[in-house]
C-alpha cells in the first residue's frame, strides 16, 4: 500500500484536462491536507475529511485514482480500510 500526501500531488494548470486534469478541482487542495493523511488522523476525525470530500467536484475520480493506486488515507471520501473492503467485494463478484 502506497502512503500518498496530497500536498504531493501534482499541482495542475486548472485548464489541464490531461488524465490527472481532475487534481485541480479537489477542495483538498484549499484545506488542511493534514485531514486526509494516515498521519493527520492523530489530530483530526475521518469524518471531518469525509465532509470536505462530501462537497468535492471530483469524488469520483478521486476514488477511482486511489482505488487504482491502492493509496493511503481519506480520498474519495473514503478510507483506506472501506477501499480495501470495496476491492475484496470486487475481486469476490
Ligand atoms: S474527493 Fe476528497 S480527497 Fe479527493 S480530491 Fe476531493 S476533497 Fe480531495
Known amino acids: ?3 500518498l ?3 504531493a500531488l501534482p499541482r495542475l494548470d486548472p485548464r489541464d484536462e490531461g488524465p490527472l486534469g481532475w487534481m485541480s478541482e479537489g477542495i483538498c487542495a ?3 491536507v493534514d485531514l486526509f ?3 493527520g488522523r492523530k489530530k483530526h476525525s ?3 475529511a469525509k465532509a470536505v470530500c462530501a462537497r468535492c467536484l ?3 475520480e478521486c476514488l477511482q485514482y486511489a482505488l487504482d493506486n491502492d493509496l493511503e488515507g481519506v480520498f474519495g471520501g473514503t478510507t483506506t ?3 480495501k473492503r470495496m476491492k475484496k467485494v ?3 463478484a
Do not use: G, H
Open 1 to 3: 500500500m502506497k502512503s
Open 37 to 39: 493523511t494516515v498521519e
Open 58 to 60: 471530483v469524488t469520483d
Open 46 to 48: 475521518v469524518k471531518a
Open 90 to 92: 470486487q475481486r469476490s
Open 30 to 32: 484549499q484545506t488542511d
Open 5 to 7: 500526501e496530497i500536498e
Open 81 to 83: 480500510e472501506e477501499r
